[in-house]
């Protein structure tokens, strides 16, 4: 008996040192962890690793600057520059910080403040192509198109052959309405590029623009092959049909370009054109009063769900949140019988009465961080959205760690129009492990 005894004592030994080794595990090697697992596209874990390396050295820039870069995979912009943020204030010189920063903004459509970032990534890194090329797309963006072909020039100086950047110059000239250089752009994408239907899409429109209508129907018809569900290449080639008094042929394309995109006024205008010139006067009328009345009618703006997750998502995708009601020791004041039996007429579709215990769970016990939880949870199913915001608040203030509660506030918030607080708690769900946010981050905060 006594040597069984000796066994179990040197065995729980074993175990503890055992368990103190795993404790021991160093911020650089979780570091390390975290960048392998970023390697191998699990970024969810890889973002679980940084967050380790940050709890156990929380001035490591580097840790910041790859915690921001999964984040930014998982398409959580606004979580990543927050991260991009911190990484900079440790370490000022960061170039690719600034750099995947300003991307990150870009997908938020805060192109000014991207454009900062870019030029601040060009200061310290002025021999890497990808500063003026992002620079010079954003520029773009908000009609910068001068300096956006400055940019666009220099990228293509360091890197004569980058398809994206001579695609971004193409488009640039065509605004510019420098519709020869535009065209030879175009062509040398194609060039390295030949199935890019993109590039197709731009030589033809620049073909339209040069009156080379049997040029652009040729390159029109190439890039409906390879992507024909494209409503805008349908609208073109039939507008280049109808140039060349093809009409029943510019006719088939426009009604393509109608079935994919009900509301495209300038293809019911196309096709009641070429109707009237073939002669069908009355079906040409009525076409032409649809090109008049699309997106003329006055909308009605009292909306509650502002955002694109609206009232019917919110509820489908609240109720993916699993119950947490576990058994707890009765205290005297017997909240947790109140929380138990709330969640109980909840259940059986008594959502008024269960917010009245509820309201009593927290009355007895005022930090019941889960009682706010759960009541948020029901005021939101019954369509009291402020109030659950509240509740999903304060459940967050007494555990601040409460990733569900982050993932319900940031889903009604998104539903109430306040797309940038609401993307901001997912992200914040995310981080603390509830994985379910990136799908939406996905979904709704791109």
């Keep these: 008996m006594k040597q069984r005894s000796t066994f179990m004592f ?81 370490n000022p010189k960061y170039s690719d910080a600034y750099l995947y920063r300003g991307a990150s903004k870009a997908k938020q459509d805060d192109f000014r403040s991207a454009i900062q970032d870019f030029s601040r990534a060009i200061e310290l890194n002025p021999d890497d192509p990808q500063g003026y090329y992002q620079r010079g797309v954003n520029r773009a963006r908000v009609e910068n198109y001068r300096g956006a072909l400055q940019d666009l020039n220099r990228t293509i100086e360091l890197e ?49 623009k040069l009156n080379d209508f049997a040029g652009a129907v040729n390159d029109y018809s190439k890039a409906i092959e390879l992507k024909p569900e494209d409503a805008e290449s349908f609208y073109n080639r039939g507008f280049s049909r109808s140039k060349l008094e093809k009409y029943e042929e510019a006719i088939t394309d426009f009604d393509q370009a109608i079935r994919l995109d009900p509301q495209n006024h300038r293809a019911y205008y196309g096709r009641g054109f070429s109707k009237s010139k073939l002669g069908n006067q009355r079906d040409a009328i009525s076409d032409l009063n649809k090109a008049v009345d699309i997106n003329n009618t006055p909308t009605d703006t009292k909306v509650v769900y502002m955002g694109s997750i609206s009232r019917s998502i919110l509820d489908q995708l609240r109720e993916v949140v699993q119950e947490k009601n576990k058994i ?119």
């Design 10 to 90: 040197v065995f729980a030994c074993i175990m503890a040192f055992t368990h103190v080794l795993k404790a021991q595990k160093t911020a650089a090697e979780y570091f390390e962890e975290g960048v392998n697992k970023s390697k191998s596209g699990d970024f969810v874990a890889a973002l679980q690793a940084f967050n380790l390396a940050i709890t156990m050295s929380p001035e490591n820039a580097p840790s910041y600057y790859n915690r921001a870069m999964a984040k930014a995979n998982l398409k959580d912009h606004r979580g990543a520059i927050l991260d991009f943020d911190r990484s900079i204030e440790l």
């Design 160 to 208: 004569p052959n980058n398809a994206g950047a001579l695609f971004a110059r193409g488009t640039v000239k065509t605004k510019l309405e420098d519709y020869p250089s535009a065209l030879v752009d175009f062509s040398r994408v194609l060039d390295l590029t030949p199935k890019s239907p993109s590039a197709l899409s731009g030589r033809g429109y620049v073909k339209i």
């Design 328 to 446: 707890n020791e009765l205290s005297t004041e017997r909240s947790e019988a109140f929380f138990a039996r709330g969640v109980g007429k909840n259940k059986q579709g008594d959502g008024k009465g269960a917010i009245i215990d509820l309201n009593k769970a927290i009355e007895f016990n005022p930090t019941y961080a889960e009682a706010y939880f759960t009541r948020g949870m029901i005021k939101s199913a019954i369509g009291d959205q402020r109030g659950a915001i509240q509740d999903c608040t304060s459940a967050i203030k007494l555990s601040p760690k409460h990733a569900e509660a982050y993932y319900v506030r940031g889903l009604i918030k998104h539903s109430l129009g306040d797309e940038n607080s609401g993307c901001l708690d997912l992200s914040k769900a995310g981080e603390l492990g509830y994985t379910q946010a990136y799908k939406v981050i996905s979904d709704y905060c791109n």
